[in-house]
């Protein structure tokens, strides 16, 4: 299996070869191999920045020889006018790296900004906002960090380090008690040691929850406030517990406040605008 380093070299490579293909024919016909100059990252919106990490690793793979002069750093507060960096080098390298870099830092820096805003609705509280699976295929792993820089947490990274029993797994499987005895079956004869985590859509399947065990979790998917206050009351720090379904940025609070650890959100990644900037030659 992968590492999250190679999956991201990976996506580094891909996306030089989809946006380069066989060159760069505007800047090889018009710039000369020669040529050096600097170009900066201008902000252009307010927002939590994202994704300087990955510009270095960027620039790294497709000129070495280029060099970042890095002003702001990671989970930075950013405003229209703030330079982030300055790269210096070939103009060919910076030309041919800018789309890949700005595509990176916008759409990172966007879900940054958007659970920065998530993150701050909870302060005061115990409770986490968690992202989830909802990923652009292919950028997982540089979204999940852009929720970490925003002050979220991450869920699971995929469907190998979790084991996650939601609605359908429990239907074909034949009911709760049935998918938590073949979980615990499977993890044995593996040699697996993962947590486990299970949804319920309601307080009877909790109550079979509750008679069976052997969950780390439980997910209250979908519940009203209330719900989820007697919920929680009836698990009464035996098992974690997340709050999943429809919460909103106006509502996520009134859950936390139930108690729950977690509060799980897709639109993290799922629907996230980017954040607006540019790199300019200085």
Same mark, same amino acid.
């Given at each position: 299996?992968?590492?999250?380093?190679?999956? #991201?070299? *990976?996506?580094?490579?891909?996306?030089?070869?989809?946006?380069?293909?066989?060159?760069?024919?505007?800047?090889?016909?018009?710039?000369?191999? @020669?040529?050096?100059?600097?170009?900066?990252?201008?902000?252009?919106?307010?927002? #939590?920045?994202?994704?300087?990490?990955? %510009?270095?690793?960027?620039?790294?793979?497709?000129?070495?020889?280029?060099?970042?002069?890095?002003? $702001?750093?990671?989970?930075?507060?950013? +405003?229209?006018?703030?330079?982030?960096?300055?790269?210096?080098?070939?103009?060919?390298?910076? /030309?041919? @790296?800018?789309? /890949?870099?700005?595509?990176?830092?916008?759409?990172?820096?966007?879900? %940054?900004?958007?659970?920065?805003?998530?993150?701050?609705?909870?302060?005061?509280?115990?409770? +986490?906002?968690?992202?989830?699976?909802?990923?652009?295929?292919?950028?997982?792993?540089?979204?999940?960090?852009?929720?970490?820089?925003?002050?979220?947490?991450?869920?699971?990274?995929?469907? &190998?380090?979790?084991?996650?029993?939601?609605?359908?797994?429990?239907?074909?499987?034949?009911? $709760?008690?049935?998918? $938590?005895?073949?979980?615990?079956?499977?993890?044995?004869?593996?040699?697996? *040691?993962?947590? #486990?985590?299970?949804?319920?859509?309601?307080?009877?399947?909790?109550?079979?929850?509750?008679?069976?065990?052997?969950?780390?979790? $439980?997910?209250? *998917?979908?519940?009203?406030?209330?719900?989820?206050?007697?919920?929680?009351?009836?698990? %009464?720090?035996?098992?974690?517990?997340?709050?999943?379904?429809?919460?909103?940025?106006?509502?996520?609070?009134?859950?936390?406040?139930?108690?729950?650890? &977690?509060?799980?959100?897709?639109?993290?990644?799922?629907?996230?605008?980017?954040? *607006?900037?540019?790199?300019?030659?200085?």
């Amino acid at each position: 299996m992968k590492t999250p380093d190679q999956l #991201i070299d *990976d996506l580094i490579a891909l996306a030089f070869a989809e946006d380069i293909g066989d060159g760069d024919h505007t800047t090889l016909c018009c710039i000369p191999d @020669t040529e050096m100059g600097r170009s900066k990252l201008l902000i252009k919106e307010e927002g #939590i920045l994202a994704g300087v990490d990955m %510009a270095r690793r960027v620039f790294a793979a497709f000129d070495p020889t280029l060099q970042m002069e890095v002003f $702001i750093e990671d989970g930075s507060h950013v +405003k229209p006018g703030d330079v982030a960096f300055v790269v210096s080098g070939k103009v060919q390298s910076l /030309l041919q @790296t800018e789309r /890949l870099m700005l595509n990176i830092m916008q759409r990172m820096s966007g879900i %940054a900004t958007v659970t920065r805003k998530y993150a701050e609705r909870l302060e005061g509280l115990h409770t +986490k906002v968690l992202d989830t699976r909802k990923t652009t295929p292919g950028l997982r792993m540089i979204e999940k960090a852009a929720v970490r820089i925003g002050g979220g947490v991450n869920h699971r990274i995929g469907l &190998f380090d979790m084991i996650l029993l939601k609605d359908n797994h429990v239907d074909f499987a034949g009911g $709760i008690e049935a998918a $938590i005895t073949r979980c615990h079956k499977y993890l044995k004869e593996k040699g697996k *040691d993962l947590k #486990i985590e299970i949804e319920v859509r309601n307080m009877q399947e909790l109550e079979e929850v509750m008679r069976v065990g052997g969950v780390d979790r $439980i997910m209250l *998917d979908n519940f009203t406030p209330e719900l989820t206050r007697e919920a929680v009351k009836r698990i %009464a720090g035996k098992y974690e517990t997340e709050s999943s379904g429809g919460i909103t940025i106006d509502t996520m609070r009134d859950y936390a406040e139930c108690g729950v650890d &977690f509060v799980s959100v897709g639109a993290l990644t799922h629907s996230v605008k980017g954040l *607006d900037m540019s790199f300019k030659a200085c």
